[in-house]
């Protein structure tokens, strides 16, 4: 698993919990970074190390995502996937 | 929240439209055609087509590419005429959905007389038109829709042209619907492209998209985020544009006129050409 | 089918009719199937469009008058592939206005017809006046390789027959057709008949699902060089593009066993049918020395020359190349070897005439006449 930096960033660290979880498709990802940049609760960053195509691909902040999906919808490659863990009721 | 439990997630998306084989897409990191594509689908999501009678064409150029990674009868045509051939199309088999990407060389350069006709005819059809201000594919010379000024490969020394404004072209040609949004908001577009689709008359969506490659390495766009950023700071919405016009102190009527107004700009119910072909068989048939 | 002949034949009218060979056209098309026409108005065809904006939708076709001659012919492929069999019309500059797409029709494989009535050129020329100028562009008009069919009738029956071939030929080998006829023939009248019985060639539809249709392949049951032709709105998902493809059409560009593997077949699914596909009209060959080569309109003074020069004595035969392309390689040749000599009587200043010189194995000279007007039987004695 890779280091995430900046993990002091500021912003709001709302929890989230963990009911989801982002999926990063490394193969359509170009390192735009545009998911990161847009999210609202700042549950993406940038990873450590730049994976064999050389980008450094988004990962998931703990505790942060609230499944607003708008990383999904500014991703211009289809490349982020935010899935909602089965909760029991 | 139970609007978004039925929406599609990304992995669903691709699951449903996307030609696997074709992916990842050939367009440069932080283009904005991606977004166009992912708009679109979603729009057709909510629109619930039915993609075995859907038709997709392009003319040539990166925005003419996205056929090809939607699973669905596409027809990659010529440079600039794909409206000509959907016009073919649609008043062959009117029962098909008849969208067309195209660029802002390819509709309003080459494209320009089939554009403003197919306009004029109001075909029931859905044109997305991705504008980054640029001939991209080709290397990033200027295009008719380059802002006077900015730096091209064949206006090294700025842009001497005034710019087409593409959405007036469609309005005054008689297109039936014309919306233009940027990629940066996505429910604007993708609502607005819904009720595009919706619209039984020529539908014009104008997608302002930045090129990070051939347009912004020939003027200062500086780093990827406030690249899109300028986006948002150079449009605004029409109708706000008009508010301020009228209720506005003199400081930011003056700064109005260096936006570009976004938003539905046009929409009419008008009777669309395939629906009057109908009526003139129905007349004369034997 | 045969519904839709009999609102054909209803909406054509009476059985014997004094007609030109734009409206022959029209008609041929009519009984042959086609229910669209994208066009744009032209001297001398602008006739055709007229006859079909007034017929088709009389049967329940579509007729639209685009804003150029690029937009009519992108607008033919279009309808093809959403189902029709579709056609265009027009004249020389606007030949030359669709050679692009008419190159697009050819890569993507959609059957179409394409009828020319030449004018004298080059560019607006003598716009009311016949040529014969535009045969090597239909074979080499458009940019790259290509095969063409072209068809090139001299009588107003014929003109109207061979447009029903035209479209059958275009769905038989899924490509486009030419119609080369000239202002002369476009414009004369003569007595025809509307056939009672039409035979059309219906679209070879694909058979398996479309997992396993192949759009740009070998053809899956029919003939072995040509797909079958899955048109939009079935389900089959095809993808067409102009750019170098492979088998499913999905863009191929980088590699040149991939280009050539599909313009071979494109090419070869025509040329392998060149004996097929000929047709000729042979006159007074068996005890001729020299031969008279023509088409079109040329080829009846060409009739009159051999029949003058044969009361002087001569011993003149006559052959008329009904098939322009794919050109009539062994009848040139064996022709050749019969006579002494070949004259090509062309309204131009040669264009067949060097395809009969490079199969032809006797002297081979040309009877040209350009200017608008056709040759008389004396100006191509004169060469004999």
């Not at chain 3, 794919?326 to 060097?354: R, T, Y």
Request: glycine residues 8%.
């Amino acid at each position: 698993m890779t280091e995430v930096k900046n993990k002091e960033k500021k912003g709001k660290a709302f929890r989230g919990g963990d009911k989801f979880s982002i999926e990063v498709d490394e193969d359509y990802c170009k390192g735009c970074n545009l998911c990161i940049y847009y999210c609202p609760r700042d549950a993406l960053d940038e990873s450590e190390e730049p994976n064999k195509k050389g980008l450094y691909p988004p990962v998931q902040v703990e505790d942060r995502c609230i499944g607003c999906r708008m990383c999904e919808l500014i991703c211009p490659d289809f490349a982020i996937t935010i899935v909602e863990e089965d909760e029991d009721e | 929240m139970d609007e978004k439990k039925e929406e599609r997630n990304t992995q669903e998306m691709r699951e449903k439209y996307l030609r696997k084989d074709m992916m990842p897409t050939i367009f440069c990191t932080g283009c904005g055609i991606g977004n166009v594509l992912n708009y679109t689908l979603r729009a057709i999501e909510k629109q619930g087509l039915d993609m075995d009678k859907t038709v997709i064409l392009s003319g040539i150029g990166c925005s003419s590419r996205l056929p090809g990674y939607v699973d669905v009868d596409s027809l990659h045509t010529t440079h600039g005429r794909a409206l000509a051939f959907a016009t073919g199309v649609k008043i062959t088999n009117p029962e098909l959905n008849v969208i067309v990407f195209t660029g802002d060389g390819d509709c309003m350069g080459i494209g320009g007389n089939h554009f403003i006709h197919a306009a004029r005819r109001n075909i029931d059809m859905t044109v997305i038109a991705v504008n980054n201000f640029i001939y991209g594919m080709t290397g990033g010379q200027v295009a008719p829709t380059t802002p006077e000024g900015d730096y091209a490969t064949t206006a090294p020394f700025g842009n001497i042209e005034p710019a087409f404004d593409m959405s007036s072209m469609a309005i005054s040609s008689g297109a039936s619907y014309v919306a233009r949004w940027t990629v940066t908001k996505p429910s604007q577009p993708i609502n607005s492209i819904a009720e595009a689709l919706e619209n039984k008359g020529f539908s014009f969506v104008e997608m302002l998209s930045p090129c990070t490659t051939a347009y912004a390495r020939q003027n200062k766009v500086g780093s990827l985020r406030e690249f899109w950023n300028w986006y948002d700071k150079k449009t605004i919405l029409t109708e706000d544009y008009e508010m301020l016009k009228k209720y506005g102190d003199p400081e930011e009527i003056e700064k109005l006129y260096e936006n570009i107004q976004t938003g539905v700009l046009h929409k009419e119910e008008k009777e669309c050409l395939s629906d009057r072909l109908k009526r003139l068989i129905e007349e004369v048939q034997v | 089918m045969s519904e839709d002949l009999e609102k054909a034949k209803k909406v054509i009218g009476k059985k014997k009719q004094f007609i030109h060979g734009d409206t022959a056209i029209a008609y041929g098309a009519l009984l042959a199937g086609c229910r669209f026409f994208g066009g744009y108005p032209i001297t001398p065809a602008s006739e055709i469009a007229e006859k079909m904006a007034e017929m088709l939708p009389r049967v329940g076709g579509k007729y639209i008058q685009m804003e150029d001659e690029l937009g009519s012919i992108a607008s033919v492929i279009g309808s093809s592939w959403a189902g029709a069999k579709a056609m265009t019309a027009t004249s020389g500059p606007g030949f030359s206005l669709m050679q692009e797409n008419i190159g697009f029709a050819h890569m993507s494989e959609t059957p179409l017809v394409l009828a020319n009535v030449q004018r004298s050129g080059p560019s607006t020329g003598q716009p009311t006046l016949g040529a014969q100028g535009d045969i090597m562009q239909t074979r080499y008009g458009t940019h790259g390789d290509i095969a063409a069919i072209t068809l090139s009738p001299n009588n107003i029956q014929e003109t109207l027959d061979y447009t029903i071939r035209a479209f059958n030929l275009a769905e038989e080998y899924r490509t486009p057709v030419f119609l080369m006829i000239c202002a002369d023939v476009g414009h004369m009248r003569e007595m025809v008949e509307i056939p009672d019985e039409v035979e059309t060639f219906e679209r070879k539809k694909p058979k398996v699902p479309p997992s396993e249709y192949v759009p740009f392949g070998e053809g899956q049951y029919g003939k072995k060089k040509v797909p079958e032709f899955g048109v939009f709105g079935e389900g089959y998902h095809t993808y067409v593009t102009g750019l170098t493809h492979d088998k499913y059409g999905f863009p191929a560009t980088d590699d040149q066993k991939d280009h050539e593997t599909l313009i071979m077949r494109q090419v070869e699914k025509i040329l392998d049918d060149r004996e097929v596909l000929t047709d000729v009209e042979k006159r007074n060959l068996d005890d001729a020395d020299v031969a008279i080569v023509s088409y079109g309109i040329a080829s009846r003074s060409a009739i009159g020359a051999m029949n003058k020069g044969r009361e002087k004595g001569m011993n003149i035969g006559y052959l008329r190349m009904k098939t322009l392309w794919p050109f009539p390689i062994k009848e040139i040749e064996e022709l050749s070897k019969k006579v002494d000599k070949i004259v090509v009587a062309e309204m131009n200043l040669g264009q067949m005439f060097h395809k009969v010189k490079e199969h032809a194995d006797c002297e081979v000279v040309l009877a040209s006449k350009i200017g608008g007007e056709i040759h008389s039987p004396d100006e191509i004695l004169r060469e004999v």
